[in-house]
């Protein structure tokens, strides 16, 4: 979009977190998305959401494949390691990485190409393992760097811009990820920053693989009528289970919500999240209960957003492989190697 | 006259998938070794589970022959629908000892062999009321059987029963007895031992017997790996087990229980290679084990470990291509593929140990030199060194010896203010500096892309940027040439006018059959490949040597390729000699090819030396 560098001066008055660093400090470089692109909002809650946590920005690592949503990662936390891989293997990528530094937070950004085609084996795995990440699917239905070629979330009998109407079914990546055992699994709207930042902030705060599948709207290939991931049709067809808050520490909640409107989820490391439910059946913590209000919204022809699912008790994959508590990365050959002696009894053992 | 040998023969037990002979046939082998006697034994096992053929070829060498033979001079037939073949490869005047409970036809013999039947199942019917020991025991008489036919003493075989079975005491007296009964059988009906048979020697010395695979993942927990992500493919998957195993002994934290690795079994290669990346991009010194199809799946990622410079080792077991090829059979058919690896200009370091002493090392050395030149680094074994016991050197380790991390900048060096370029050569090696995720606060993050970036990891297309990064590239893989193990040289005790290179698995059967042509009158001078990219002494050998071999198991002679490729030799100048038929490569075979292409040379070189 622009190639002017961005100025770094800013408003004396600009707000600090906790850490003292203000919003632009989780910023990147400018995007070169189209403008209106939803992705540039994403970004934008992405940058808010650790702003307001609080999050060290060099204690993330940005993680992403190949497309339009695979080069967002540039454009925010440029105090971060980035890494752009290849074409729908961020998910094998950011375990690696996790694997070799359980101490820092992961967040995977991916397209519905990315993770829903090429990449579906990756993110079905990535999932079922419990990685310890944010997973975010950045979702327009169609394959934007080479023009507008469907996806597979495009909607059954949703048009494209030359008007062919998509004859394939869907993939409903939020059903997946519920079905292979993701610990928190939410979808949202690019549009909708006030759903998304704190969705994205439970996200971080939640030990797991947490994903979130997030509408984003492609403005110049998939915003016209008879699309099904357009802006007017995902305002006119949302519907939201919760809206949330996302407390972190040991805050005191004051409850301002009428008794069975409200839930508080626990988070590992002490916080929590406080919902407003805006559907009454949803229970939050059942899965069953996720999947059905995603099959039920469906039939009526409405995308359900909100938290669907989490689990208060969560592992991940480190749990599950026993690994020791500090980063693999830092031991060194004194932690790592047998050592003379064991080897000479090894070599009397094969004689 | 049935076949006379002390020391100097090749014994193949036939045997059906599933039945156990497996750890009788190997208990066979370790006795021979344990009377000082070199042993090399190979699987050759078809792609199959159960119920199906498998054989075990022991070959007994004094000598200290380590390779494949050919031929077979005793046959343990306990397959029925193998007998004709196996009965037709057997040597003449060979013996075969088979079950005899059930009548043979005479037809289904050879008159020129010495017969040896011994009822074994009717044996064990009468002793085992359970069908599952039958069938285990009935291996074990074998050998005893065998241990009284070719002299080899009991209490060697009584000593490593007790052994294997330490712990689990109470199988130690059955398996013993079921061995005494074959024996005593054997010794009463028939007359021991044979022509052939085993004389103590002094001739292993202190070397060990292990599988190359079981070295290799040794050598990556003393390198120390810490990230093992893999998908089992044969002949490769037993490294990563072993690397488990290993891992559950030597990896565990004393005090918590906990482990100081991670090992995932991916879905496919594709994320097998992705996870060790993504780990090494991390700071992690991270593997995957695979073979050719797996290869074949992970081009894109090395594509991606060379250009965007990430530290990652692969051990590849290769084993028959192309395609799926013969999944259970030997080759070394994956050099091509490996060194140039991916799409693009790329070019990969590459080692190639002998054995399962230079799979330990290599495999430890691997780690050490992913992260020296942030790349991908391949081991390539093959079926026949990493699924086969070897007999070889005892491993070392310098308790000195400390892992080489490569150039990473500290958070000091960037609070201190240290020009940060991840792809800036500062040293002129080619090599850049890297950080890890996390180091410091406000220095030293940068994007990590595959596509062209400036020296300060910056996107860029520009090609004096492309142009600058790639031949750096090329500077990097020049400073590699000094890192990877050098070549050996062997020369005969007179100059020769024929020099051979070989690596590999190839290794024990170009000894042998170097051996068995100095004394046809061919002298040849012999060169190891240990590494790639090659260094200065391979073009040395070449220049030096009238008529230059290149003896490797593939067809299209890729080593040869790459010689001529990388070291812009004439073709002409290199004669390929080649095996692929699956089977591991044999002296026999060796020497009669060296002997066709070479003779009128080496010959002629003769007469003018003498006159």
């Known amino acids: 979009m622009s190639y002017l560098a961005k100025p770094k001066f800013h408003h004396p008055a600009i707000p600090v977190n906790e850490l003292g660093f203000t919003h632009r400090d989780y910023e990147g470089a400018i995007s070169t998305l189209c403008a209106g692109c939803g992705h540039d909002s994403i970004s934008a809650a992405i940058i808010h959401a650790c702003f307001e946590l609080s999050i060290p920005p060099h204690r993330v690592a940005k993680l992403s494949g190949i497309g339009c949503s695979s080069k967002t990662p540039t454009y925010f936390l440029g105090q971060s390691h980035g890494f752009n891989t290849v074409h729908g293997r961020m998910p094998s990528v950011l375990t690696g990485a996790n694997l070799a530094n359980r101490e820092l937070t992961y967040l995977g950004v991916s397209g519905d190409g990315d993770s829903a085609s090429i990449g579906i084996g990756q993110f079905v795995h990535a999932i079922r393992r419990g990685v310890n990440m944010v997973y975010i699917v950045e979702n327009n239905g169609v394959y934007g760097l080479t023009k507008g070629q469907f996806s597979a979330t495009a909607d059954q009998g949703s048009k494209s811009k030359k008007g062919v109407a998509n004859a394939d079914s869907p993939i409903d990546m939020v059903a997946m990820a519920l079905q292979l055992g993701a610990t928190y699994v939410g979808r949202s709207f690019s549009g909708d920053k006030a759903q998304l930042v704190p969705l994205i902030k439970g996200a971080f705060e939640h030990r797991g693989a947490a994903f979130i599948d997030c509408i984003s709207p492609c403005v110049a290939f998939n915003n016209h009528a008879g699309s099904t991931k357009s802006f007017d049709y995902v305002r006119a067809h949302n519907a939201a289970l919760n809206t949330l808050d996302v407390i972190t520490g040991r805050a005191p909640i004051t409850a301002d919500y009428e008794p069975g409107e409200s839930r508080t989820v626990r988070l590992h490391d002490g916080g929590s999240i406080r919902l407003r439910k805006l559907d009454a059946s949803h229970d939050v913590t059942d899965r069953a209960t996720a999947l059905s209000a995603i099959h039920r919204h469906n039939a009526a022809g409405e995308i359900v957003t909100g938290l669907l699912y989490c689990e208060e008790d969560s592992h991940d994959l480190h749990d599950r492989l026993g690994t020791v508590d500090g980063p693999l990365n830092r031991l060194g050959a004194a932690e790592l190697c047998p050592g003379v002696e064991i080897l000479e009894r090894i070599n009397a053992s094969l004689r | ?611």
């Open chain 2, 1 to 611: 006259m049935p076949i006379e040998s002390i020391n100097e023969f090749v014994v193949r037990f036939a045997n059906v998938n599933g039945s156990g002979s497996a750890s009788a046939n190997q208990l066979f082998a370790r006795c021979v070794m344990r009377m000082g006697v070199p042993v090399a034994p190979r699987n050759i096992f078809p792609s199959n589970i159960q119920g199906l053929p498998t054989w075990y070829e022991v070959r007994i060498s004094g000598e200290g022959h380590l390779g494949a033979r050919g031929g077979t001079d005793l046959l343990v037939a306990m397959n029925p629908q193998t007998w004709q073949d196996d009965i037709a490869a057997l040597e003449p005047d060979g013996y075969l000892f088979y079950d005899s409970s059930r009548p043979i036809p005479k037809v289904q013999f050879r008159d020129d062999i010495n017969i040896i039947g011994m009822p074994l199942t009717e044996i064990c019917n009468a002793r085992y009321k359970e069908p599952r020991l039958r069938q285990l025991f009935k291996n074990i008489i074998y050998v005893g059987a065998l241990a009284a036919l070719l002299d080899i003493e009991l209490t060697v075989a009584e000593q490593l029963i007790s052994e294997q079975f330490k712990g689990k005491d109470k199988l130690i007296a059955p398996n013993i007895e079921a061995l005494r009964v074959g024996h005593a059988y054997a010794k009463e009906h028939f007359a021991c031992p044979l022509g052939i048979r085993v004389e103590r020697a002094d001739n292993v010395g202190d070397r060990i017997f292990i599988e190359g695979n079981d070295a290799a993942a040794l050598g990556a927990v003393y390198g120390g790996a810490t990230v093992c992500a893999w998908y089992p493919i044969t002949p490769s998957t037993s490294l990563a087990e072993s690397f488990m195993a290993y891992c559950k002994r030597l990896r565990a934290d004393k005090a918590t229980g906990k482990t100081k690795v991670a090992i995932v079994q991916a879905e496919d290669e594709l994320a097998s290679i992705g996870m060790v990346v993504g780990a090494g991009w991390n700071g992690a010194r991270a593997f995957t084990a695979t073979s050719g199809p797996g290869i074949s799946l992970m081009q894109e990622f090395i594509g991606l470990s060379y250009f965007a410079e990430i530290p990652a080792v692969i051990f590849d077991v290769q084993r028959g291509g192309p395609s799926t090829g013969i999944p259970t059979r030997t080759q070394q058919a994956d050099i091509l593929s490996c060194a140039y690896a991916s799409h693009g200009d790329t070019k990969h370091v590459l080692l190639l140990p002998e054995d399962p002493h230079e799979a330990f090392e290599f495999g430890a050395l691997a780690f050490d030199l992913a992260e020296r030149l942030q790349t991908t680094i391949f081991v390539m074994l093959d079926l026949d060194i990493g699924s086969n016991h070897r007999l070889c050197k005892p491993f070392t380790w310098d308790s000195e010896r400390s892992y080489d991390r490569g150039k990473i900048m500290t958070a000091e060096q960037l609070e201190a203010g240290e020009t940060f370029g991840r792809y800036l050569d500062v040293d002129g090696d080619g090599v850049p500096y890297r950080t890890l995720p996390a180091t410091h606060p406000r220095r030293g993050a940068y994007f990590t892309r595959g596509t062209t970036k400036d020296r300060f990891a910056r996107y860029s297309e520009e090609g004096p940027d492309y142009i600058e990064n790639m031949e750096r590239l090329l500077r990097k893989f020049d400073t590699a040439k000094s890192l990877v193990p050098p070549p050996v040289e062997t020369r005969g005790p007179r100059q020769a006018s024929v020099g051979v290179i070989y690596y590999g698995s190839t290794s024990p059967a170009m000894h042998e059959a170097a051996d068995l042509l100095r004394r046809d009158g061919i002298d040849l001078d012999l060169l190891r490949v240990r590494g790639f990219p090659f260094c200065g002494a391979v073009l040395d050998f070449i220049e030096a040597h009238e008529h230059v071999l290149v003896v490797e198991q593939n067809r299209d002679g890729q080593l040869r390729t790459l010689i001529q490729v990388e070291c812009g030799v004439d073709p002409a100048r290199l004669t390929p000699i080649l095996h692929y038929d699956g089977n591991p490569i044999t002296a026999r075979f060796i020497r009669a090819a060296i002997d066709r292409a070479v003779r009128p040379v080496a010959q002629g070189h003769r007469e003018k030396v003498d006159s």
